[in-house]
């Protein structure tokens, strides 16, 4: 039991799902695993344990933000032994061959700040994925009826952002897309020798204006998380 995660040793498997929000952790929980039990519901972040396939998930919100997930994902690590985390969330598209309801692979995540810059200092470290995690996501996806993109990701430290510049220069150097998380969690995956990756579905569109009704995001957000659970145990 840490400050953040009520959960007992032992409650918490080695692989690790992280939505943001809590309540899409308990959707996806209730969807794809089976028996999964509640193991935390502190400050109403929900996170569930079950089994895929035979195999031990845990599915535990990180909230929004990189140092909301920071709090989630150092805890997981290091007082629960987590070893692959898979960050599973919304994105906003970012080139006009990334579309809406599509799935992004991060292999890479641009960032202005994370919470780890008090550490890296002057550092200007670039986070990666995990090479197999990233490679088995990809074949995954290649099974399932929907589009992928794999390339870098931007991972904004404000929601609502003010710098078109800023956003005219990623689309212009390749970014894919944009969401609020993964810089920090690969990061910490490198620091800690754990395995990380950012497995994302397009929900809107900051070029076109587009996006989901919320109605539909619940399935298209279904490929993302078995492609997710695939990767892990590939």
């Not at 509640?38 to 972040?45: D, K, L, W």
Request: glycine share 8%.
């Amino acid at each position: 039991m840490t400050v953040h995660i009520g959960a007992n040793p032992g409650d918490i498997a080695e692989t690790v799902l992280l939505p943001g929000d809590p309540l899409r952790a308990k959707w996806a929980a209730e969807t794809f695993l089976d028996d999964p039990v509640c193991v935390n519901e502190t400050r109403g972040m929900l996170g569930f344990t079950g089994t895929w396939k035979g195999y031990r998930v845990t599915i535990h919100g990180s909230g929004m933000g990189m140092p909301s997930l920071s709090i989630y994902a150092n805890e997981l690590i290091t007082e629960f032994g987590a070893k692959t985390l898979i960050r599973i969330g919304s994105a906003g598209g970012m080139q006009p061959q990334v579309k809406l309801r599509d799935v992004v692979l991060a292999m890479t995540s641009t960032t202005l700040s994370t919470p780890s810059r008090g550490i890296l200092k002057e550092l200007n470290y670039a986070p990666c994925a995990d090479f197999e995690l990233l490679l088995a996501a990809h074949a995954a996806a290649s099974k399932l009826d929907c589009d992928t993109h794999v390339g870098g990701i931007y991972s904004s430290d404000v929601f609502y952002d003010e710098r078109p510049d800023l956003n005219e220069q990623m689309t212009r150097h390749g970014v894919l897309a944009v969401e609020m998380e993964a810089a920090e969690l690969y990061i910490l995956a490198a620091r800690h020798k754990c395995r990380a990756l950012a497995v994302l579905t397009i929900s809107d569109h900051l070029q076109t204006g587009e996006a989901l009704p919320s109605d539909q995001r619940q399935s298209s957000f279904s490929d993302m998380v078995e492609i997710a659970l695939e990767a892990a145990f590939s």
